[in-house]
């Protein structure tokens, strides 16, 4: 209402001066002025849309993994989510913000303080901070994202892992590690520099979670009777429903996830993200349909899930700039990835529940390195394989090593498992002495 | 920020000019592209935001399905779902966008190539494709649609369909059916030129899919002891919470049905199409809870998720016309109607586990008609009772006839129907090897 | 299209001026009228997506609420939640939208007609009603809100309120006392002259539905076998998943419930809204599981879900003039509240089943009064301590008062309470003849 006022009085003045023919014309800047007003707020608005998406990616996390999860370890799963997203805001508003967008730095690390209140950002409290947003916008939209690496670990890990020690696991990637990685990207640091391309985090936000996840599961250790001497035995999802509301709620969550990556609501390249990302995603949930359906010989709901956000997680480095085809090829061979890749964990005897490392880090590498591949970049040339791979190795490895040292850390002062009886018995009651379903 | 670099040069250069005060001077001409080209961000930002929301009713789909089925069903009805979704993105891609809007055509079919690649699309990558929207916003609108006709079949064929029948038939339904039934009227065929009117599909999607899912009951047959000598059993549903997060779900994603069908952002038809398709649901809810308690001395959740759905479905075909008022008798009356045809379907044998050939198929009927009855359309005299009845006709005979023959040669080939024993052991243990619920 | 085709006619009648030099410019008053209406479609967007945000908050209610209640009573807490977003809807259309927003009016009480049709409205169908948004778009806004008022209260009374009864009453709330409250604040009444600030609602929804649920509750006893002469015994919720998916679609909700309270899409405004209420939500939820844990000795998932809401209650009566460490401090100490009120009440043997008196009324307070003082306002001084109290003491006064006349009259003729055998079978079966979950 005030705008709309100020625009009146605007107008009312200038009426004044039409008596005078010269007077009254507005300039072509004034004009320019205007419609870049509007056109700030479109776009602020897409930006904040895409937040509460991606905020529901975090009830899609939910339900996925406590649907993969036994029945008797449920409410830990719920309950480590539910702290999840609020630790990672709160932490992202602390520290997070100003050391993911540092400003000039040394390309490597800079902690920030307190987002809104540090001389860099005096413009903090403006309506324009940014080209297309305000400060807030671009604060809450990355906070969102946040906490989404933390929560791949949650999964990996559940079932055995302790609570205490997880949520100080997870406050220090959240809080620490994650913004580091991500200011060599997004914060314009050496991953930048080098020319990596990586538009809304296949690898700075998925394949982060899914190699910190890889070192948590190494040290934590399977499940207890996962890997007997008669073999592997499948520990069976309490339930399907939950776990495919999860799905649909995080392909849903990632239009804001992609589409508010572009960080304006200009036409062609979110109509072409929105496109991508839903070819990609349905390339991926037929790939693993496909394949496991012909290995396993049972058309299998849990691999056709995780098909889905295989595809997903396949076209999140690059869903502005493949060409449409090339998404349904790339998500594709995402969806037959994944079916592999939890195949071959299981081989391996590394036991991740809900197929985190697979989803997300194993797939999350794919459509990082996909984009530098002529034939499935749609003929892009701008994207370097070096950097790629570059991006891949320092960001993988990064996330790897900061996890592993933290968890043994925890490991070896306030231990990181529960013990045999809690395992047994389900971490809810142990942990938090009610079940997931009573009566 | 492209865009806004962009503009500020045209304003720094015309910022040059303002010295002599005439060439200063911006003509409305430039000062209406500008205009236009903000309102053409709005506009397609509302069509991808309602893509999103069409999405989400996939979910809500699968969730009122599954949970109206019998637990022994459930795997079954989510891998359809999550199958269908996937199927429907990519041969809506492949072959259904551009047989749904063909172009110059003869009215009644003709096929079309991929989308983004026939001359006719030569402006597919291109921004302003049309008026409001781009090519690829258009397409994945429209993509979100087509597959709700599959999933609309799925519900009705529950609990004893053939997996990989089912597969093939809703694929071909998708692909083939479901966009040369729109074209007669969205793609400017015959339809369109006698003046059917259907806003957002109460007969083209709505109706269509419930005829189509007719046929396939009829063939395929009741569920075991459903209908047996000592009368009608009834089969609970599993999970009505389940279900209820499904019904509440397709209201949420009908914002995105009928709203983005406006297929612009303008302010009075949104307002008025988000009010009349409220008020369609709330009479829709309010007249099945009334008329199923009268008729089945209880009330009865079921019939209440129905009744709202019935009056989203009664609302579809005009919720840019009816009158306010209108909209909710329209609605009240779907939702009364839903409960007589379910309670009709059972006397007469036509086993429909979920009721979707009344909610979508009886109900479309009535929403479609009602639209060219004075005293129910608000006195909109440009619908002519001819037009409609034309179009059900032709979209239900269609949708039937389609349905009956593809059924009916896949039950002469590889069979429609899972064995008796598959049957009563349930289709998650006999097709998928898994339950839906462990532990 | 329409709007299009006149733009580009008003621009061709222009360019014919451009021939003449001085007619060609356009007026500033011209295009500042041409920006104004492309802000307007912006800003109703926005207030309609916000409506549909709003819409899936009733989502949120019934899977948390049922998820909080016993097994036995899932059933009836569903269906009374599917009636009151009907009920509440059309009642809000055919009453309660007038009475809400009375125009001129004494400042207490002015029975409206319906919505659309009193000459006060003779703008109802024209585009632009108000400055930002349609007559529509505020109505079914607004509608999706006053459902809200009878949803609190049906988790309060959950479990033992007799179905008929509780119908009765909440549309009685919900036509008649809901708007009356509101119009003291938003219609231009009494608290609006006093200066009372409540934003989005924090008093004048949910202080409302806390204090009429409050009454209830008192009228109606607790359920059986809660206080026994062994003390208090707990009686466990049937779903933990199904809570937290309420909690969250509340969360995801609330982004519309506060940020489309700016009535505009203005980018400072919403932005800075979004991140009060995520900063608010998040501390909440820190709060709460912080001092549940340190008083329970255990890591509870339900407190953790009532901190997250108590969080945002805390921050709905000025999530626009809070800063943003102050929201991070008042949805901390509202999470921390709800425990100890929590607890109170039952200590007080006042039986509320999913603490919604805690949540929405002593929370509700809490953020009212919290926005007066200095230290947690940010240093806001417009707002007054004196009018913060008139409101909370007028609107809790009424709401209190008018619940327990409204009860006390049903309970002294039809009756408010089911049966001891009703109870102890279960509502589901008692009244609706079915069980929540079967097979």
Same mark, same amino acid.
């Given at each position: ?91 992202? +508003?602390? $520290?997070?913000?100003?050391? #993911?967008?540092? %400003?000039? =730095?040394?390309?490597?690390?800079? @902690?920030?303080?307190? /987002? *809104? ?60 590690? +994650?913004? $580091?990685?991500?200011?060599? #990207?997004?914060? %314009?640091? =050496?991953?930048?520099?080098?020319? @990596?391309?990586?538009? /809304? *985090? ?238």
């Amino acid at each position: 209402m005030k705008i709309k006022l100020a625009i009146t009085t605007i107008g009312s003045l200038l009426l004044l001066g039409t008596a005078n023919a010269q007077e009254a014309a507005i300039t072509a800047t004034e004009v320019a002025d205007q419609t870049s007003d509007v056109k700030f707020i479109i776009d602020n608005l897409w930006i904040l849309i895409s937040a509460a998406l991606v905020f529901i990616m975090h009830l899609g996390f939910s339900a996925l993994e406590s649907g993969l999860c036994q029945k008797k370890n449920v409410v830990n799963v719920l309950f480590k989510n539910v702290f999840i997203i609020c630790m990672g805001i709160v932490t992202y +508003y602390l $520290i997070g913000f100003n050391t #993911h967008y540092p %400003g000039e =730095f040394n390309g490597f690390m800079q @902690f920030g303080g307190m /987002a *809104g209140y540090d001389a860099v950002n005096a413009a903090a409290n403006e309506t324009k901070a940014y080209a297309d947003y305000t400060y807030w916008a671009d604060f809450i939209f990355q906070a969102m994202f946040a906490a989404t690496a933390a929560t791949i670990v949650s999964g990996a890990v559940a079932e055995r892992v302790k609570l205490s020690s997880f949520m100080i696991f997870s406050t220090i990637l959240v809080a620490i590690a +994650y913004p $580091i990685a991500g200011s060599w #990207h997004w914060g %314009g640091g =050496f991953l930048a520099e080098a020319g @990596f391309y990586d538009f /809304a *985090g296949s690898t700075v936000v998925h394949m982060f979670g899914g190699f910190a996840a890889l070192a948590a599961v190494i040290i934590l250790g399977a499940r207890k009777g996962k890997y007997t001497k008669d073999g592997t035995k499948p520990i069976l999802p309490h339930s399907l429903p939950l776990a495919t509301i999860g799905a649909f709620l995080l392909f849903f969550g990632w239009f804001g996830f992609n589409g508010g990556s572009v960080l304006s609501a200009d036409p062609a390249s979110v109509a072409l993200v929105f496109t991508t990302t839903s070819l990609g995603a349905a390339g991926g949930g037929l790939g693993a349909i496909l394949i496991s359906w012909a290995l396993l010989k049972k058309p299998d709901l849990s691999m056709a899930l995780n098909g889905l956000l295989a595809g997903l997680v396949s076209i999140t480095a690059g869903p502005d700039v493949i060409t449409v085809p090339c998404s349904l090829i790339v998500g594709f061979i995402g969806g037959c990835i994944v079916v592999l890749s939890v195949i071959f964990f299981d081989k391996v005897k590394i036991d991740d529940p809900v197929g985190a490392v697979s989803v997300h880090g194993i797939v999350g590498i794919w459509g990082t390195i996909a984009l530098a591949i002529p034939i499935f970049n749609g003929g892009n040339e701008d994207v370097s394989m070096i950097a790629q791979l570059k991006g891949i190795a320092s960001v993988g490895a990064f996330a790897f090593a900061f996890s592993l040292i933290v968890f043994l850390i925890l490991k070896f002062t306030i231990g990181v498992r529960v013990s045999e009886e809690e395992e047994e018995e389900g971490l809810d009651v142990a942990e938090h002495g009610v079940d997931a379903y009573n009566g």
